[in-house]
């Protein structure tokens, strides 16, 4: 059974940084495209940041580029979330997803669509104030 289990959220002050973490079991985890989504009360779930299972490419939202970085832990078959200069817009809570999206082409194509990613994470929630 695939788990993916986030951890890491809190509260922040604004120009704050967290880190988020989600870890991975069920499979193996260099097989595994994976991604974090975002989701504040009110509106619909948001693509944050991607990344291939090779850990040599990386996507990002417009509203976190140059902000926030995606890595990923073979060993430890963890990816995280460097969050930094956080705004109160950013308060949400945050899932982690995986898939195998296919080869490079592919994910260059889908790693950012909602719909590519079957295995999601509950949720940690992420409040950045003011």
């Known amino acids: 059974q695939v788990q993916l289990h986030e951890s890491g959220g809190g509260l922040v002050q604004a120009v704050g940084s967290l880190t988020l973490s989600c870890a991975v079991s069920?499979?193996?985890?260099?097989?595994?495209?994976m991604a974090w989504y975002r989701q504040a009360p009110g509106k619909e779930r948001e693509f944050v940041a991607a990344?291939?299972?090779?850990?040599?490419?990386?996507k990002y939202g417009d509203s976190v580029r140059g902000r926030f970085i995606i890595s990923r832990d073979a060993v430890k078959s963890i990816m995280t979330l460097k969050m930094d200069s956080l705004k109160p817009e950013d308060t949400a809570t945050y899932f982690c997803?995986?898939?195998?999206?296919?080869?490079?082409?592919?994910?260059?194509?889908?790693?950012?669509?909602?719909?590519?990613?079957?295995?999601w994470g509950r949720g940690t929630q992420v409040t950045v104030s003011s």
């Open positions: 069920g499979i193996t985890f260099s097989r595994v495209d």
């Open positions: 990344i291939d299972r090779i850990g040599t490419g990386s």
């Open positions: 997803a995986g898939d195998r999206l296919g080869n490079s082409d592919r994910w260059n194509r889908y790693a950012t669509n909602i719909e590519s990613y079957n295995y």
